[in-house]
């Protein structure tokens, strides 16, 4: 059994409704969403997500939370060395998302808002294996 469906058994046997497909319309209703990232960049905090289709990307954007999950052998040191890595890749992915919290935004008579253009929250899960 794969991770994501051992991991989709025990938040259905905890209570949770999971969804894995029509991600587009359950998503857009949905409190949580729970994604693995492709890397995560030290110095700056950041989260790198491959995610070309667009249902793979839909959990890290259109809910209030999203859950990133981020293996500690993924973890690069610096900036350059993510765009070393990217740049190393048989080929340039279509979708390539910097992930850094949550959005922020003061383009409205200069208040600060959160959460504008994406998730209010995110919670990164470190996974050493």
Partial sequence: ?????????????????VHTEDLFTATSQDDVGISEVNWGIAELGTLVQIAPEVDNRLCSTLVPIHIALLR??????????????????????????????????????????????????????????
């Fill in 72 to 129: 500690t052998s993924a973890i690069v040191p610096e900036l350059d060395d993510m765009l070393d890595t990217i740049h190393s890749l048989p080929q340039i992915p279509g979708f390539v998302g910097f992930i850094t919290g949550p959005s922020r935004s003061s383009d409205i008579e200069r208040i600060l808002e959160i959460g504008v253009h994406g998730p209010e929250q995110v919670i990164v899960i470190v996974i050493d294996e």
């Fill in 1 to 17: 059994m794969s991770h994501s469906a051992k991991l989709k058994e025990k938040l259905t046997a905890a209570g949770f409704v």
